[in-house]
């Protein structure tokens, strides 16, 4: 379900309403929902107002990469303290816990550059390859030869 219309529901409004509030045509808050058309920076602000909300919570809430990007953040938050506190346990002298710390940090930090590189082939709109498609395409080119 679309965040809009989660949100939109939740405060017990119809399409209609909504549209009205914000001062915008009910197909834009239609379209919006189902995923027909991405918001503008104004309807955005429009919207917002009309349900209470900050421009930066709604847009979070509507798009799935800007809450992609909040969640990355919160994560970046975590791991900026982990390293505070390897960094005091290596001045301590506890280097076995600097070593663990650092393992830990690492394998997050590849799964981030993992995810994000994913959301960069999203955002182009590439496919995943598949270990299948290197099949296929090999196959073809056993083919061809």
Do not use: C
Not at 82 to 87: G, S
Request: net charge negative; aromatic share 0%; charged share 30%.
């Amino acid at each position: 379900m679309h965040g809009l219309r989660r949100i939109r529901e939740a405060k017990a409004l119809t399409q209609g309403q909504l549209a009205q509030r914000a001062g915008l045509n009910i197909a834009t808050i239609s379209r919006i929902e189902n995923w027909q058309n991405s918001p503008t920076m104004s309807t955005l602000r429009a919207l917002a107002q009309a349900l209470d909300m900050s421009v930066a919570d709604l847009e979070t809430e509507i798009n799935p990469l800007a809450r992609g990007l909040a969640q990355e953040v919160e994560l970046l938050d975590q791991l900026a303290k982990a390293v505070e506190l390897a960094k005091g346990a290596l001045s301590d002298g506890r280097v076995e816990n600097t070593m663990r710390a650092l393992d830990i940090l690492e394998e997050i930090i590849r799964e981030m550059a993992e995810t994000m590189r994913e959301a960069v082939r999203i955002s182009r709109g590439e496919k995943k390859e598949t270990a299948g498609d290197q099949l296929s395409g090999l196959l073809a080119e056993m083919k061809a030869s």
